[in-house]
């Protein structure tokens, strides 16, 4: 699965969609697309244009992910929320205040928590950050 990093570029940097939008001429429905992971695809143009905008490259924007590694991890995530008889709200709220809609999307593969979430989901679930990434 490819994800890109974009939203994390953009936190980084203080920069809003607007002013990307503003700044690029690129779509704020792509530029949002983008930025929230809902893409199914990027035009090269596109691509080209937010890596010259960004001073980055392609690499550092887009990264492969293993699919089954996410559902992995994902499938573990939920079994310590449900262990805790949590919603996903009650949960995101424990990891950092992350959105019942991202603690979804971690429990459904789509994508995996950064670092310190993982951390602090360990933590909670009584085990080892290795442990539930699945590297014991």
Known sequence: MI????????????????????????SRT???????????????????????????TPNELLNFTEERENKAIGKRIKAIRLSLGLTGKEFGHLIDNASSGVVANWENGVNKPNVERLRRIAEIGLMTVDELIGEV
Not at 4 to 25: A, E, F, Y
């Open 30 to 56: 792509t530029i949002t697309s983008l930025y929230y992971n809902r893409a199914k695809g990027i035009n090269f143009d596109t691509l080209s244009t937010l890596c010259e905008y960004l001073d980055i």
């Open 3 to 26: 994800q890109n990093n974009l939203s994390k570029i953009l936190g980084k940097r203080q920069l809003k969609i607007t002013k990307v939008n503003q700044d690029t001429g690129i």
